[in-house]
């Protein structure tokens, strides 16, 4: 069991165990959110392991103020009236992404966009007093509904989580809307919260429905997938001539003194590690330019299957949908 502690009083406790790279479940105006230091990508690892989570779909960084936001994503007029008008609230925008912020690759799946989020109430203040952005989706099981009372997140998530900041039930209940700002262009990419109509009265701009009708159940998936320029060859044993390899693990594939480099998600075989490593080495073999990138067997059990499935995405052809 989790332990549950009222928001008023749970604060300080909340921001010790996030500066220490542990889960916490806080409240929001939406949804309950299972949070993260947005900057520790161990940390953030966390959070799909927690949820079961069989996939990397990018996450909402929380803010506490625009400054913060401003360290993460780039806001043109249109994202800055937005935020003005919305913010706090259930308004998640998809921004681009600032270059080098200290955001874990794990937060935005190696995107070039970003989901900054200003929550209502203790979620806010517990970013405000840690410093940094919060990663959090939904605090529910993988597949499982969104839990919009302490009681929802004990029974989900309970025997994996240190501590549930209780805020009583969730004031909305449903998840924020999500928009995208792209060059004066918005899109919605799930409703929620605020309504498109709202949206469209405040900026005098037409929102572009993506999906007609359908609610889209992760709009991660919608966005264009982060890939690397050059191929992936999975499950190298050998590493070939002219390749790089992204090693795994204490032991390393034959050849390996060929490789145009070398860089080891995990030298101890740590799956949260190589989790939280993972866009960002292929981020640095991508810029090194080498043509084929060579990845060592990486198991296929807990964060590992959420690893390969985001590998053989990186390493499908490119062009029409990846599954
Ligand atoms: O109300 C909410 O939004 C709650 C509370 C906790 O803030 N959070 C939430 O998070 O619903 P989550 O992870 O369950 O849903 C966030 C969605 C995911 O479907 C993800 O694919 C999408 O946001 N997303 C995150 N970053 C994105 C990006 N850069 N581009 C497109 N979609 C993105
Ligand atoms: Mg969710």
Do not use: C
């Not at 929001?28 to 947005?38: F, I, K, N, P, Q």
């Not at 605020?194 to 609610?215: F, Q």
């Amino acid at each position: 069991m989790a332990r549950t502690i009222q928001a008023d009083e749970a604060v300080d406790e909340a921001v010790e165990l996030l500066d220490g790279g542990n889960l916490v479940a806080i409240p929001t105006e939406t949804v309950y959110g299972l949070a993260a230091d947005a900057t520790n990508g161990e940390a953030v690892a966390k959070i799909f392991e927690a949820k079961d989570r069989p996939l990397f779909n990018p996450l909402i960084a929380h803010v506490a103020d625009m400054t913060m936001a401003e360290r993460i994503a780039d806001f043109d007029d249109l994202a800055e009236k937005l935020a003005g008008r919305f913010w706090p609230g259930a308004l998640t925008l998809v921004l681009p992404a600032v270059e080098n912020s200290r955001i874990s690759g794990l937060v935005t799946a190696g995107l070039e966009t970003i989901a900054v989020r200003m929550p209502v109430g203790v979620a806010r203040l517990i970013a405000a007093k840690l410093g940094r952005p919060l990663a959090a989706p939904s605090a529910n099981p993988s597949g499982k509904l969104s839990a919009t009372t302490a009681a929802d997140v004990e029974a989900g998530l309970g025997d994996r989580i240190p501590l549930i900041v209780d805020g009583g039930r969730a004031r909305i209940g449903v998840e924020s809307t999500i928009l995208k700002v792209d060059e004066g262009n918005l899109t919605l990419l799930r409703p929620g919260g605020i309504s498109v109509e709202d949206i469209e009265v405040a900026t005098g701009k037409p929102v572009e429905r993506v999906s007609s009708g359908s609610t889209v159940e992760a709009p991660g998936m919608l966005a264009s997938h982060y890939a690397p320029d050059a191929g992936l060859r999975l499950n190298a044993v050998e590493v070939l001539n002219g390749e790089a390899l992204l090693a795994f693990g204490p032991k390393r594939a034959a050849g390996v003194d060929r490789a145009k480099a070398v860089m080891n998600l995990s030298p101890d075989g740590s799956l949260l590690e190589a989790a939280a490593n993972l866009f960002s080495h292929l981020h640095s073999l991508d810029r090194l330019g080498a043509r084929i990138i060579a990845v060592e067997p990486i198991p296929d059990q807990g964060l590992g299957a959420a690893i390969n499935d985001r590998l053989s995405r990186a390493a499908a052809p490119r062009g029409g949908m990846k599954k």
